[in-house]
């Protein structure tokens, strides 16, 4: 049994801060404690031009603008 836990070792990361977790109850916990609503601290970043948004919504709704108005 401890090959196995060996193996799961750190197996769950947290993909708002990328922290790693053994058990993925320790990550939901994490996330819950830390992440609360899925609002990272970190602001996400547009792809074209590196201006940051609060969420992905606002990023979404940029970029949807920026197409518009290229064509
Ligand atoms: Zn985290
Ligand atoms: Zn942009």
Redesign the pocket.
């Known amino acids: 049994m401890h090959i196995v836990e060996e193996h799961l070792k750190l197996r769950h990361e947290c993909s708002t801060c990328n922290q790693m977790f053994n058990l993925k109850s320790s990550l939901t916990n994490h996330v819950r404690n830390k992440h609360k609503r899925l609002r990272p601290r970190e602001n996400i970043l ?6 940051s948004f609060m969420n992905t919504l606002s ?1 979404q709704r ?2 949807a603008s ?1 197409v518009e108005r290229s064509f």
């Open positions: 547009c792809d074209c031009c590196g201006k990023l940029h970029v920026r």
